[in-house]
């Protein structure tokens, strides 16, 4: 039995079913671990979904950004771009089914000393703290107020993280770390940068660069960062290496580091 962390596959099921032959996985013994970004921007989201979703307990995804995308749209809350792949799924005869499994989907996932989640923390916060967080996010997203909670994260105003937030805006603060945040201040102030980490904004570093971080203590896994692209370090491990850009997909094994990839399969359009 092996456990493999798998990065930002968005859409790319080729490159996926590549990967997973590459790693000989077998679902009644092997468990894959999913960064989050199931969909989007790649040709095949709703076949991505239809897989995992059948993989059952085999696979354990987390939610990114562009996944919670999906749920506000499927909501009518927000309007897709000209990048956007998701009207498959929008459209599909299951759409509802999915779409109620996607909802119920955590942010986060942690098993001994990893910790999952699809872009990062803050630094102020401790592993169990994180995971606290997440929890509750995860019990708007899965209850009846779901609707309130992504109008208020994709059109309310952004909050700085403080402990003492409440109702909605501490779970859209909440969730915009855990699916957004690339580099931050030292005091923790999100920037909306997405480029090379040694571009970074004057003041903002990568958030696992900050000094004394209190979630040091544990192996973070991550994605999100496509142009930080594949980085290993004792208690980091960033495995989104830009798939739907042309590059790779990357499965890392979790009980020696071992590291698989694929290079990009699926049909441009």
Not at 101 to 120: E, K, T
Not at 169 to 186: D, G, H, K, N, W
Request: contains cysteine.
């Amino acid at each position: 039995m092996a456990t493999y962390a798998i990065g930002d596959i968005q859409g790319c099921l080729t490159s996926l079913r590549h990967l997973l032959d590459r790693i000989s996985f077998q679902p009644h013994t092997d468990r894959i671990w999913l960064v989050g970004d199931l969909v989007n921007r790649g040709p095949d989201s709703l076949a991505t979904l239809r897989f995992l979703k059948s993989l059952g307990a085999a696979a354990h995804p987390i939610l990114g950004n562009h996944d919670l995308f999906l749920l506000a749209a499927a909501e009518g809350l927000v309007s897709l771009r000209p990048k956007d792949t998701i009207q498959d799924i929008l459209a599909a005869d299951d759409r509802a089914d999915l779409i109620e499994w996607l909802r119920h989907i955590p942010l986060h996932h942690r098993d001994s000393a990893f910790l999952m989640v699809h872009a990062g923390l803050l630094p102020q916060w401790t592993v169990d703290e994180t995971a606290l967080y997440a929890r509750e996010v995860e019990t708007m997203l899965s209850g009846s107020d779901h609707r309130t909670f992504l109008q208020q994260l994709f059109h309310g105003p952004t909050m700085p993280w403080s402990p003492s937030l409440n109702g909605m805006e501490r779970l859209t603060s909440i969730a915009r770390v855990l699916t957004r945040i690339r580099t931050c201040t030292p005091s923790g102030e999100l920037s909306s940068f997405s480029g090379p980490p040694d571009q970074a904004p004057a003041g903002y570093m990568p958030w696992f660069h900050v000094p004394n971080r209190r979630s040091a203590d544990a192996v973070i896994i991550t994605g999100h960062w496509a142009a930080l692209g594949l980085r290993l370090e004792p208690n980091h491990l960033a495995i989104d290496s830009g798939c739907v850009w042309g590059r790779q997909l990357t499965a890392v094994r979790l009980e020696d580091r071992t590291v698989f990839q694929v290079n990009y399969a699926d049909r441009r359009s």
